[in-house]
């Protein structure tokens, strides 16, 4: 069974330092990884995903996420953290055809 | 990607009352979903909505409780039944566009709060 780890309930940043949110998955065969943010009161926003090819990846915001097959990670990664990056984010992973799975959610603290 | 809006955004319900959630969406799409998030919470998945047929549920989950419609491509109803205060949550719309482009587009969500 395929499932996602978001191994820390809290991250705290400085603005302008870089961030890192980790995440860690298991699936039997070829995952595809999706990064989430949640600000309050509102739904998930789609960040940025990895299904093949260069193990970096961009997406919205400046953010990136690193695919690591040998670790089994995919950690969101930005250059220089914003206070209002300050949000809730979910790593999620699926196999094709299945369903996806969510981890459960690093609190991001940027503070000025 | 898609547009889509959800019906209430939010509500107050009394316990044992039923409340229908709308989803719309603004261009044809092939999968819809519907999740839960409890207070504080990851997301569970409820259950896949199917055009023209019954909804898949995930395990412990039951159309009884969470009875879902699908009467086209771009909208779907979940209503919870017979509420509890262990309902209040905030329930989420998905959707993915396309077979092949996998990634799943959410809502705005409807926060229930059953007193």
């Known amino acids: 069974a395929q499932s996602v780890a978001q191994p820390e309930d809290q991250v705290n940043v400085a603005e302008g330092n870089p961030l890192t949110v980790k995440c860690t998955y298991s699936?039997?065969?070829?995952?595809?990884l999706f990064w989430y943010v949640q600000y309050p009161n509102r739904g998930l926003q789609f960040l940025l995903k990895?299904?093949?090819?260069?193990?970096l990846v961009k997406g919205s915001y400046g953010f990136e996420a690193e695919f690591n097959k040998s670790q089994t990670s995919f950690h969101l990664k930005k250059p220089s953290a914003l206070v209002s990056d300050s949000a809730l984010y979910f790593c999620?992973?699926?196999?094709?055809?299945?369903?996806?799975?969510f981890g459960a959610g690093t609190i991001l603290r940027v503070k000025s | 990607s898609a547009v889509i809006s959800q019906k209430p955004s939010r509500d107050i319900c009394q316990r044992g009352t039923s409340l229908t959630i709308q989803c719309q969406v603004d261009?044809?799409?092939?999968?819809m979903f519907w999740y839960r998030q409890q207070p504080g919470q990851s997301l569970t998945l409820i259950a896949t909505?199917?055009?023209?047929?019954?909804?898949?549920?995930e395990s412990g989950f039951v159309i009884d409780k969470f009875p879902i419609s699908r009467p086209n491509l771009t909208f779907s109803t979940l209503t919870v039944s017979n509420m509890s205060p262990e309902d209040s949550s905030i329930y989420l719309c998905s959707v993915e566009p396309r077979q092949g482009v996998e990634t799943q587009y959410f809502g705005p969500g409807t926060r229930l709060l059953v007193l």
């Open positions: 261009s044809q799409v092939t999968m």
């Open positions: 990895y299904i093949t090819g260069d193990n």
């Open positions: 909505a199917n055009q023209g047929s019954e909804a898949t549920y």
């Open positions: 999620a992973v699926k196999e094709y055809g299945n369903k996806l799975v």
């Open positions: 699936v039997s065969g070829n995952p595809y």
